[in-house]
């Protein structure tokens, strides 16, 4: 009986401690993925009809947490930086899946993976964005070597990490500065 207890004690602090370096993950992916998005050389022609940057939020289980995490995002920057790009303001869109992108005439810039999913989805997206010219990240492990453009690579600290040759297909221009500190991804021909 003891035994039974102490292992689901050591199980319940493993999981606590994996769910809380996922939210490192993903808090920390979120300041990536604005860096990342203003160094995208041609981020200035992805604004919408508003002359705004339309940005997603992709989840699959937890809307609320995909709201509030949004709103981190919109609030990121200094003084009248908050809440823009390039001095473009932000607009957030927070879906299931990428049919409502189509489907509400979303001109979006970049996508951002807020809960790990299935592989195929993973892969849907990274499609879309590779056929659109959309920033694509997931702060999750193993997403980038499946096609996402973007993701987080924690070493002695954290530094953005892409995918060359999503990068390559995307015809997304990522300014020098931001690839000489990225780790860089080469899948095998």
Do not use: W
Request: hydrophobic share 40%; with cysteine; aromatic share 8%.
């Amino acid at each position: 009986m003891c035994l039974v207890m102490l292992y689901l004690f050591a199980s319940n602090i493993h999981a606590q401690s994996f769910d809380e370096e996922q939210e490192r993950r993903v808090r920390s992916g979120l300041q990536m993925f604005r860096s990342i998005l203003s160094a995208d050389k041609d981020i200035n022609k992805k604004h919408n009809e508003q002359q705004g940057i339309d940005i997603v939020f992709v989840y699959d289980k937890d809307l609320e947490r995909a709201q509030a995490l949004a709103r981190r995002f919109v609030r990121m920057g200094r003084g009248d930086k908050k809440g823009k790009i390039k001095d473009l303001p932000i607009t957030i869109h927070i879906m299931r899946n990428l049919a409502g992108i189509a489907q509400e005439n979303i001109q979006a810039a970049g996508i951002f993976i807020l809960e790990k999913v299935e592989s195929e989805r993973i892969q849907q997206t990274a499609e879309y964005g590779l056929q659109n010219n959309i920033v694509t990240y997931s702060p999750y492990e193993g997403d980038v070597e499946m096609g996402i453009m973007s993701g987080l690579m924690i070493a002695t600290r954290p530094k953005p990490y892409f995918n060359q040759a999503t990068l390559n297909g995307s015809q997304i221009r990522i300014k020098p500065f931001m690839l000489k500190v990225a780790e860089i991804y080469e899948p095998e021909s």
